[in-house]
């Protein structure tokens, strides 16, 4: 198997396993009873929320668990308007985020908010003057992601982040594809609340965290007890919080090497398609991208027989979002950035990990020459 998916998920690697292992056998305890078995969780999470607000310049009690990236995303955006309603309820965000938070908006929408969705350019990205032009007296939050999903943009995050502080304005980004990725520091991007999710650099599924800056004041966003300072009730997970930890240090030791590399191969891979398969076109920005991301059209291929295909060769890859697999509707993303609906329908995604190598590579694009070539044939018919 040639596993090029790794924006749908990661494996999770043998030493975060070995990390969880003891909290599920030898140190079961509750991270809130008050004897030894139970300290013993409560030093693991502990330990997890310094871990992790070391990585992004912030304190330990700015961390919050979650259950992953989506809904971390649902806390902020819905904590902010709740919160902030006696300042506003317009809320401004991009066409090409995730559902995590267009679906939360649409939510928002039915219950008051207004909601600006700005325009991206071809390349994905957000245009500056256009965000300054929609910031209104009522603004309350800004939230645009860190790295598209599907494409793999880089937002211009500094600048965004310097426009929402200079107007007095929360801002908040989905970093679930840019966490563990690439570095980031919340105070230098003005940032005050980031989402991310374990399972994308290394970590076990079903665990994330949102930052949330002690400036901001959200109320309770689960009730019951008085895990994570009240604010998050539930028992923790303490073993997916452990592995989680270990995942985010292991992500920053090989940070720099991985990036690296995989800019290398992700380059050396949209050469090669360029090069040797015709009517293809690159989607997102040619250098401002994650390191592992590729994203292409492939005109007159229907992505869903292409993707098959590979398949049955034992490729990994998608046609976009895995959260978004098997809708009939073409990608939100491709057409925010003006491709046609057919075009969007010709999308594949080839997202590289830190495991893949340059014949695997030259094994996707020599099977990718194969299957474009068969079905464009059998289109023209």
């Given at each position: 198997m040639i596993y090029m998916d790794h924006a749908a998920t990661t494996k999770t690697v043998p030493e975060v396993v070995e990390a969880m292992l003891p909290y599920y056998t030898e140190?079961?305890?509750?991270?809130?009873?008050?004897?030894?078995?139970?300290?013993?969780?409560?030093k693991a999470?502990?330990?997890?929320?310094?871990?992790?607000?070391?990585?992004?310049?912030a304190d330990t009690n700015e961390i919050y668990f979650t259950a992953g990236g989506t809904e971390s995303d649902n806390w902020a955006l819905k904590g902010v308007y709740e919160a902030y309603q006696d300042k506003g309820r317009h809320i401004i965000t991009t066409k090409i985020e995730h559902h995590a938070v267009l679906h939360t908006c649409e939510y928002l929408e039915k219950r008051g908010a207004q909601?600006?969705?700005?325009?991206?350019?071809?390349?994905?990205?957000?245009?500056?003057?256009?965000l300054k032009k929609a910031i209104r007296p009522d603004t309350i939050l800004i939230s645009v992601m860190y790295a598209n999903n599907e494409i793999g943009t880089l937002q211009p995050i500094r600048e965004i982040g310097e426009i929402a502080a200079s107007c007095g304005i929360l801002f908040h980004t989905d970093a679930v594809q840019a966490y563990g990725q690439?570095?980031?520091?919340?105070?230098?991007c003005h940032i005050d609340l980031l989402s991310a999710s374990g399972h994308k650099f290394g970590g076990p599924k079903g665990?994330?965290?949102?930052?949330?800056?002690?400036?901001?004041?959200?109320?309770?966003?689960?009730?019951?007890g008085r895990q994570e300072r009240g604010r998050r009730a539930g028992t923790e997970n303490i073993p997916a919080i452990a592995g989680m930890a270990a995942a985010v240090k292991r992500a920053c030791r090989i940070m720099e090497e991985k990036t690296k590399r995989e800019t290398e191969m992700?380059?050396?891979?949209?050469?090669?398609?360029?090069?040797?398969?015709?009517?293809?076109?690159?989607?997102?920005?040619?250098?401002?991208?994650?390191?592992g991301n590729v994203n292409f059209c492939f005109e007159?291929?229907?992505?869903?027989?292409?993707?098959?295909?590979?398949?049955?060769?034992?490729?990994?890859?998608?046609?976009?979002?895995?959260?978004?697999?098997?809708?009939?509707?073409?990608?939100?993303?491709?057409?925010?950035?003006?491709?046609?609906?057919?075009?969007?329908?010709?999308?594949?995604?080839?997202?590289?990990?830190?495991?893949?190598?340059?014949?695997?590579?030259?094994?996707?694009?020599?099977?990718?020459m194969r299957i474009v070539e068969k079905l464009r044939g059998i289109r023209e018919m």
């Amino acid at each position: 198997m040639i596993y090029m998916d790794h924006a749908a998920t990661t494996k999770t690697v043998p030493e975060v396993v070995e990390a969880m292992l003891p909290y599920y056998t030898e140190c079961y305890g509750n991270a809130g009873s008050i004897y030894g078995l139970g300290s013993k969780s409560r030093k693991a999470v502990i330990g997890a929320k310094e871990t992790i607000a070391d990585t992004l310049g912030a304190d330990t009690n700015e961390i919050y668990f979650t259950a992953g990236g989506t809904e971390s995303d649902n806390w902020a955006l819905k904590g902010v308007y709740e919160a902030y309603q006696d300042k506003g309820r317009h809320i401004i965000t991009t066409k090409i985020e995730h559902h995590a938070v267009l679906h939360t908006c649409e939510y928002l929408e039915k219950r008051g908010a207004q909601i600006t969705y700005l325009d991206v350019d071809a390349d994905g990205v957000v245009d500056l003057e256009q965000l300054k032009k929609a910031i209104r007296p009522d603004t309350i939050l800004i939230s645009v992601m860190y790295a598209n999903n599907e494409i793999g943009t880089l937002q211009p995050i500094r600048e965004i982040g310097e426009i929402a502080a200079s107007c007095g304005i929360l801002f908040h980004t989905d970093a679930v594809q840019a966490y563990g990725q690439i570095p980031i520091c919340v105070s230098d991007c003005h940032i005050d609340l980031l989402s991310a999710s374990g399972h994308k650099f290394g970590g076990p599924k079903g665990i994330g965290f949102l930052y949330i800056s002690r400036k901001v004041r959200l109320h309770s966003f689960i009730h019951g007890g008085r895990q994570e300072r009240g604010r998050r009730a539930g028992t923790e997970n303490i073993p997916a919080i452990a592995g989680m930890a270990a995942a985010v240090k292991r992500a920053c030791r090989i940070m720099e090497e991985k990036t690296k590399r995989e800019t290398e191969m992700r380059d050396y891979l949209i050469a090669r398609i360029e090069q040797e398969i015709p009517r293809v076109r690159l989607n997102g920005h040619r250098t401002k991208r994650l390191p592992g991301n590729v994203n292409f059209c492939f005109e007159s291929v229907e992505s869903e027989s292409a993707l098959i295909m590979l398949d049955m060769q034992g490729i990994c890859a998608s046609g976009g979002s895995a959260c978004t697999t098997g809708s009939l509707d073409p990608s939100h993303v491709l057409l925010a950035i003006g491709l046609s609906p057919d075009s969007a329908r010709s999308s594949i995604r080839l997202t590289l990990g830190e495991e893949n190598t340059k014949e695997e590579i030259d094994t996707v694009v020599e099977e990718l020459m194969r299957i474009v070539e068969k079905l464009r044939g059998i289109r023209e018919m």
